[in-house]
């Protein structure tokens, strides 16, 4: 025997509940994605053998890695607001942007720090205003930027000119 149940899609009810995804949501997503790949990417070329025939399939997967990452960031800075967790979305990209775009130790610094005051985020937001996958991309995102600045691959050149004259003889180790 057969019955006819009507049923409500299920994209109608998530809309009515404020759970639907916006394009920011989904392509940050896929950025926590890249970066987590090319983070492994990049370790796994750190102690390598310059002799493996290997390596140079290696560097080219580690730059193919980089590049969607830095493809997802500039979507990400492209795309429209749409929905309240997108703005905390934005602002980490951001600070991705820092991290990934310091050319100097002053950048660094200022790039260090902004990552540091991220873990603020929600208490600036206030409560209930970021919804929990977007609390927990944010929290992925941080994370892994975390390890990104102390990779060797992003840490400053260092020219004396950029230094203060007394952090000059305090820390002779950065040049």
């Known amino acids: 025997m057969t019955y ?14 404020g759970n639907t995804r916006s394009l920011i949501s989904t392509l940050f997503s896929r950025f926590n994605g890249a970066l987590a790949v090319a983070i492994e990417a990049e370790r796994d070329i750190t102690d390598i053998d310059v002799w493996d025939p290997a390596v140079n ?6 730059e193919r890695n980089w590049d969607v990452v830095f493809d997802l960031r500039r979507a990400l ?5 749409t929905q309240a967790g997108d703005a905390a979305l934005l602002a980490m990209v951001r600070i991705a942007d820092a991290v990934m775009g310091s050319e100097n130790v002053i950048d660094f610094g200022t790039a260090d720090n902004r990552l540091r005051a991220a873990t603020f985020f929600r208490q600036r937001l206030g409560r209930g205003c970021v919804p929990h996958h977007v609390s927990h991309m944010l929290d992925q995102c941080h994370a892994r930027l975390s390890t990104v600045i102390r990779m060797e691959l992003y840490q400053p050149v260092c020219d004396l000119d950029d230094l203060h004259d007394g952090l000059q003889y305090a820390w002779p180790e950065a040049c």
């Open 4 to 17: 006819s149940v009507t049923t409500t899609p299920t994209s109608n009810s998530e809309a009515l509940h």
């Open 77 to 81: 800075r492209e795309a429209a607001v």
């Open 57 to 62: 399939s290696w560097l080219r997967e580690a």
